[in-house]
């Protein structure tokens, strides 16, 4: 997908379509992280502790239970 800037105010500002928000579960309010290296830009929503434990739980079961089958696929 490729997306333009466009005017807001004295800035740009890039609009993010609905479904990459859902996918993100990101609202108005869900502030971000923006992290760049001067030719990429990133913004990760900022979660909290609860839903970072909930997540690595979640990796952690995954790894668990399909792990060897990953390592495989990679080979």
């Known amino acids: 997908m490729i997306k333009t800037l466009t005017k807001h105010g004295n800035s740009y500002a890039m609009v993010i379509d609905k479904p990459i928000l859902e996918l993100l579960r990101a609202t108005p309010h869900t502030p971000f992280h923006v992290i760049s290296d001067g030719r990429s830009?990133?913004?990760?929503?900022?979660?909290?502790?609860?839903?970072?434990?909930?997540?690595?739980?979640?990796?952690a079961m995954v790894h668990k239970r399909f792990g060897r089958a990953m390592r495989k696929l990679a080979e």
């Open 41 to 59: 830009l990133v913004l990760t929503p900022v979660r909290s502790a609860k839903d970072e434990d909930k997540f690595d739980q979640a990796l």
